[in-house]
T-cell receptor, first 111, second 114 residues
Framework: DGGITQSPKYLFRKEGQNVTLSCEQNLNHDAMYWYRQDPGQGLRLIYYSQIVNDFQKGDIAEGYSVSREKKESFPLTVTSAQKNPTAFYLC??????????FGDGTRLSIL | AQSVTQLDSHVSVSEGTPVLLRCNYSSSYSPSLFWYVQHPNKGLQLLLKYTSAATLVKGINGFEAEFKKSETSFHLTKPSAHMSDAAEYFCVVRGSFGNEKLTFGTGTRLTIIP
């Protein structure tokens, strides 16, 4: 079945450590997105990419980085510069003009 | 600029009774609007979408929503709640054509009382 796969489901970060969250889709969608979800808040956009080898900052990009070397893959790195990384991270994708499809998320916590 | 306000952070209804989740939006153009549902520790699933066609939109699992431009509202309803409807619901507005960015409401947690 087509869909979006995020891994791992749970991730722990130590102080000063960078961690990378994986997002893979087999839907052949051009656009991909990363969101952060905190309790009691809606989703906030971190980065998005509308085409391979191109990506744009969203509303809260500081402390995060991404790459888009393949159409299927859009990994997110949470760097040590992100001082409050504990959150639920969601990856999404869509073909142009259509609603976004979401993965099941990665929950990141601080050790 | 666009924004979404979900008027209730938490709604409780008894099983078998109607559900109403309220959403108001602000947009400088004719918007595309969505309702998504999220079960615990899961991603978001699309319930329904409005994209300037019929103002009454039917979605999955018996949900529907009515777009009212005069009231800038897009409330979500269901005639009879089921236990499986317990989840978090998000009202979402999308940017104009060529701008796929979504703006999310803060969510409404729906609790179903047996």
């Amino acid at each position: 079945d087509g869909g979006i796969t995020q891994s791992p489901k749970y991730l722990f970060r130590k102080e000063g450590q960078n961690v990378t969250l994986s997002c893979e889709q087999n839907l052949n969608h051009d656009a991909m997105y990363w969101y952060r979800q905190d309790p009691g808040q809606g989703l906030r956009l971190i980065y998005y990419s509308q085409i391979v080898n191109d990506f744009q900052k969203g509303d809260i990009a500081e402390g995060y980085s991404v790459s888009r070397e393949k159409k299927e893959s859009f990994p997110l790195t949470v760097t040590s510069a992100q001082k409050n990384p504990t959150a639920f991270y969601l990856c999404a994708s869509n073909p142009g003009g259509q609603p976004q499809h979401f993965g099941d998320g990665t929950r990141l916590s601080i050790l | 600029a666009q924004s979404v306000t979900q008027l209730d952070s938490h709604v409780s209804v008894s099983e078998g009774t109607p559900v109403l989740l309220r959403c108001n939006y602000s947009s400088s153009y004719s918007p595309s609007l969505f309702w998504y549902v999220q079960h615990p520790n899961k991603g978001l699933q699309l319930l329904l979408k409005y994209t300037s066609a019929a103002t009454l939109v039917k979605g999955i699992n018996g949900f529907e929503a009515e777009f009212k431009k005069s009231e800038t509202s897009f409330h979500l309803t269901k005639p009879s709640a089921h236990m499986s409807d317990a989840a978090e619901y998000f009202c979402v507005v999308r940017g104009s054509f060529g701008n796929e960015k979504l703006t999310f409401g803060t969510g409404t947690r729906l609790t179903i009382i047996p």
